[in-house]
């Protein structure tokens, strides 16, 4: 199947199979907001419903492939550099992205309806403005706690509100995989979760200084 340039307008609600570049702005006109990719990249289809983007088998070079990402911004434009699954069985992945104004950022990952109902199945860390591998812990960094800056809506999607220039999510959805229904995830594997972290921290920071050393942040 051919695959041509995406050219997204304000008007524009969908695009099947198409690639696009750093330069493809996807705009939410009703909330005053705009998304780009840091990198070349290709979808299956991309289409505007609720004021959210839906990407479809998204691909962006320096990552790996994704099925499934709703993204919306409010009163800000994002500049997504990586977005990142791993441990495909586990449902697990990672995003880095900049963003300019003091907006709300919107991401669903398309994960079990579990995810967003049982905090026992469920791995999150969200880091505001800092670096996950800049401290000394063994989580890999210091995440912003729920309530501060970012929440979780049942359907599985977080919205951030308190990101001033960036912002990292780290995921992982263990609904098949929970070994003991009494602990979570990661209590009962402490190690793994540290260097799923520590993995994606090193490949997402990698990628967001190769961005700032060709390019400045979310565009204006």
Same mark, same amino acid.
């Not at 939410?28 to 983007?53: H, K, M, V």
């Not at 609904?175 to 972290?197: C, E, G, R």
């Given at each position: 199947? /051919?695959?041509?340039? !995406? ?15 750093? #330069? ?5 006109? #009703? ?10 990249? &290709? ?5 505007? =419903?609720?004021?959210?983007? @839906? ?5 962006? /070079? ?6 499934? *990402? ?17 441990? /495909? ?6 995003? %880095? ?25 469920? #791995?999150?860390?969200?880091? !505001? #403005? ?15 706690? =729920? ?5 979780? &809506? =049942? $359907? ?9 220039? =960036? /912002?990292?999510?780290?995921?992982? $959805? %263990?609904?098949?995989?929970?070994? $003991?229904? $009494? ?14 972290? !520590? @993995?994606?921290?090193? @490949? *997402?920071?990698?990628?967001? @200084? ?11």
């Amino acid at each position: 199947m /051919a695959v041509g340039l !995406l050219s997204v307008s304000s008007g524009s609600q969908a695009q099947t199979a198409a690639s696009f570049t750093p #330069d493809t702005p996807f705009n939410i006109p #009703d909330c005053n907001g705009t998304i780009y990719f840091a990198f070349n990249g &290709s979808c299956a289809q991309a289409r505007l =419903e609720n004021s959210t983007w @839906v990407f479809s088998d998204l691909q962006l /070079a320096y990552s790996t492939p994704v099925a499934s *990402l709703r993204v919306g911004t409010k009163n800000c434009n994002i500049t997504i550099t990586s977005f990142s699954v791993f441990l /495909a069985s586990q449902n697990a992945g990672a995003v %880095h992205y900049n963003v300019t104004g003091p907006g709300i950022q919107t991401f669903n990952f398309g994960l079990s309806p579990a995810f967003g109902l049982n905090p026992k199945i469920r #791995d999150l860390m969200v880091f !505001l #403005d800092s670096d996950p591998l800049t401290q000394n812990n063994d989580s890999g960094g210091q995440s912003a706690p =729920e309530g501060s800056g970012w929440t979780l &809506s =049942e $359907d599985g999607t977080i919205t951030v509100t308190g990101a001033a220039a =960036e /912002a990292f999510i780290f995921y992982s $959805d %263990h609904s098949s995989q929970l070994i $003991d229904s $009494d602990l979570p995830f990661y209590q009962s594997h402490p190690v793994l979760m540290a260097s799923l972290v !520590l @993995v994606a921290g090193v @490949v *997402l920071v990698g990628v967001a @200084v190769k961005v700032k050393s060709t390019r400045p942040g979310g565009k204006p």
